[in-house]
Structure formats: structure tokens, C-alpha cells
């Protein structure tokens, strides 16, 4: 059983920073991406920014120059550097992680989700 749990989550007032992280637990080959992905009360889930294994990152156009992404192969964790952080920002924030499980078997996982909220 593949688990994701994510923490780091919190209160900060506007202009300032939070890491988040999430690591993946349980039997299974290896990590193929994961990602950060936020939804706020009334809107639908977003993605926020990716990484694959091998570090290629992606981000949303709300996160460039102010997140960054990274992963940790070897402790299966993804971290979120979020930096400058605006009222725009909160929301619960939910790692994904893309796990190959068999050889040619990969599946999506999704963590529970950790709360982000910034005030003004």
C-alpha cells in the first residue's frame, strides 16, 4: 500500500514563507514524479508545480519566481518552497505522486492534503 503524507502546512502572514513536504511510503519500485497541486474553498484543484525523478520541473504561472520544487530520490520526498506568499495562496495544498508499482504498471497516488493559510 502506497501512502503519501504531506506536512508543513500552516498560518503566515502575507509576504511570507512555508515549505511543505510529503514523502511516499510503502513497497514499490520507484517514484516517477510528483507534484504540488492546491484547491481553495468555491474553485477547483490547480496544479501548482511538478518534478520528475530526474528534476524536470514545471510550474503554474501563480507560482514562477515566487515556489520552488525539488525532490529527494533516495527519502522519496517532494518539498515546496513557497516564498512571498499572498492571500491568493490559501488553500489546501496536495502532493501527487506518479509510482511505478510493477514493471509496467505505474499508478497516481494522492495525499490528504495540508491546509496553507496566509493572511493580509
Known amino acids: 500500500q502506497v501512502q503519501l503524507v504531506e506536512s508543513g502546512g500552516g498560518l503566515v502572514q502575507a509576504g511570507g514563507s512555508l515549505r511543505l513536504s510529503c514523502v511516499a511510503s510503502?513497497?514499490?519500485?520507484?517514484?516517477?514524479?510528483m507534484g504540488w497541486y492546491r484547491q481553495a474553498p468555491g474553485k477547483q484543484r490547480e496544479q501548482v508545480a511538478t518534478?520528475?525523478?530526474?528534476?524536470?520541473?514545471n510550474y503554474a504561472d501563480s507560482a514562477k519566481g515566487r515556489f520552488t520544487i525539488s525532490i529527494d530520490n533516495a527519502k522519496r520526498t517532494v518539498y515546496l518552497q513557497m516564498n512571498s506568499l499572498k492571500p491568493e495562496d490559501t488553500a489546501v495544498y496536495s502532493c501527487?505522486?506518479?509510482?511505478?508499482?510493477?514493471?509496467?504498471?505505474?499508478?497516481?497516488?494522492w495525499g490528504q492534503g495540508t491546509q496553507v493559510t496566509v493572511s493580509s
Open positions: 518534478i520528475t525523478s530526474s528534476g524536470r520541473a
Open positions: 510503502g513497497r514499490f519500485f520507484r517514484v516517477n514524479a
Open positions: 501527487n505522486a506518479n509510482i511505478q508499482v510493477g514493471w509496467s504498471m505505474s499508478n497516481d497516488y
